[in-house]
């Protein structure tokens, strides 16, 4: 088991679990708690936060070991294969807190042009972000990094 693995076993379905959490769940929340959902509760900044550690760590991973970097790192970058190769091999969506009853959020790992599967890509990013936060072990992201790579 690894950590992002680790991650989402520990937090499965946490609504307190803001990496885990997507902004469509504000509506799940506001019913059952009879409050908003605050930005600090839901994944979107942290996403960017895990972003910017995902871009960092591909950088590390790479420098040296090709000739375009900014070509080779953008496939490990693109929604595609965060959600297709990395939510799909976590089964991401079983862990996640999203409006699960909205027919327009599709439930599936596979990117379509006209229709929003961001936001499991944005949760991959979020707990990334969420994973560094708690343990500052920037050597454990590059690893993780390194292993999504040769999925």
Not at 101 to 130: H, M, Q, R, W
């Amino acid at each position: 088991m690894d950590i992002f693995e680790e991650y989402i076993s520990n937090n499965k379905c946490n609504p307190e679990c803001r990496a885990l959490t997507c902004r469509s769940y504000g509506e799940v929340y506001k019913r059952e708690h009879h409050e908003e959902l605050k930005p600090t509760q839901h994944n979107y900044e942290l996403a960017t936060y895990g972003d910017a550690l995902l871009k960092f760590a591909l950088c590390s991973l790479l420098l040296d070991n090709c000739e375009q970097l900014s070509k080779k790192k953008e496939k490990y970058e693109t929604d595609t294969f965060l959600i297709e190769t990395v939510a799909k091999h976590y089964r991401l969506l079983e862990y996640m807190n999203f409006d699960r009853s909205d027919d327009n959020i599709p439930k599936c790992y596979k990117t379509f042009e006209n229709k929003n599967t961001k936001y499991i890509a944005t949760t991959v990013e979020a707990v990334l972000g969420a994973i560094y936060r708690q343990n500052e072990d920037f050597q454990a992201i590059c690893n993780l990094v390194d292993c999504w790579m040769k999925l």
